[in-house]
């Protein structure tokens, strides 16, 4: 119990304290995380405080501002096999903002573009991320504080897409 106690303090430290190539790599790894040499890692990252130890992070990796790395999905009691590892290769770039779910390999020299849900494994020299916004409807009554959420989205509409040629956001 005291050893995931202070397993949690240092992730929390490892948060916010200075030190992106040493102090808070240092952190996670007296946490557990396997990580290899020369890896950034950003303020406020979270990697999982229950099973960071299932955390492998290759050497020469970045990790972004903000991205978190979750290695368990389970409620209740622990059983062996709940927890999922998360293996990041060599080289690799993961950009702010991002989401690694348990049981995924990144491939080495891969780059996760920022803002991206990673929840497959990803082969090496991949470049993976989201393509540009889409409309997803039109919205007739604003989300503002004047109209509950139920009013909000009984003001959806269906956006047309063959009508309005293009639901990219740019056009």
Same mark, same amino acid.
């Given at each position: 119990?005291?050893?995931?106690?202070?397993?949690?303090?240092?992730?929390?430290?490892?948060?916010?304290?200075?030190?992106?190539?040493?102090?808070?790599?240092?952190?996670?790894?007296?946490?557990?995380?396997?990580?290899?040499?020369?890896?950034?890692?950003?303020?406020?990252?979270?990697?999982?405080?229950?099973?960071?130890? #299932?955390?492998? @992070? /290759?050497?020469?990796?970045? +990790?972004?501002?903000? $991205?978190? &790395?979750? =290695?368990?999905?389970?409620?209740? %009691?622990?059983?062996?096999?709940?927890?999922?590892?998360?293996?990041?290769?060599?080289?690799?770039?993961?950009?702010?903002?991002?989401?690694?779910?348990? #049981?995924?390999? @990144? /491939?080495?020299?891969?780059? +996760?573009?920022?803002? $991206?849900? &990673?929840? =497959?494994?990803?082969?090496?020299? %991949?470049?993976?991320?989201?393509?540009?916004?889409?409309?997803?409807?039109?919205?007739?009554?604003?989300?503002?504080?004047?109209?509950?959420?139920?009013?909000?989205?009984?003001?959806?509409?269906?956006?047309?897409?063959?009508?309005?040629?293009?639901?990219?956001?740019?056009?």
């Amino acid at each position: 119990m005291a050893n995931l106690i202070i397993k949690r303090i240092f992730g929390k430290l490892a948060m916010i304290m200075p030190g992106g190539k040493s102090i808070r790599p240092w952190l996670h790894k007296k946490r557990g995380v396997h990580m290899g040499e020369n890896v950034w890692i950003s303020q406020l990252v979270y990697f999982d405080e229950i099973h960071p130890e #299932n955390i492998d @992070i /290759g050497k020469n990796c970045t +990790i972004g501002l903000r $991205t978190s &790395i979750i =290695t368990h999905l389970y409620w209740g %009691s622990y059983k062996p096999n709940d927890s999922q590892k998360v293996v990041i290769g060599d080289n690799v770039y993961i950009g702010p903002h991002c989401l690694i779910l348990p #049981n995924v390999i @990144i /491939g080495e020299g891969s780059v +996760i573009k920022g803002g $991206t849900v &990673i929840s =497959t494994n990803i082969p090496p020299f %991949s470049f993976v991320g989201y393509s540009r916004p889409a409309i997803l409807a039109k919205v007739t009554v604003p989300l503002t504080s004047e109209y509950s959420y139920q009013e909000f989205v009984s003001g959806l509409r269906p956006y047309n897409s063959a009508k309005d040629n293009n639901n990219s956001v740019e056009n």
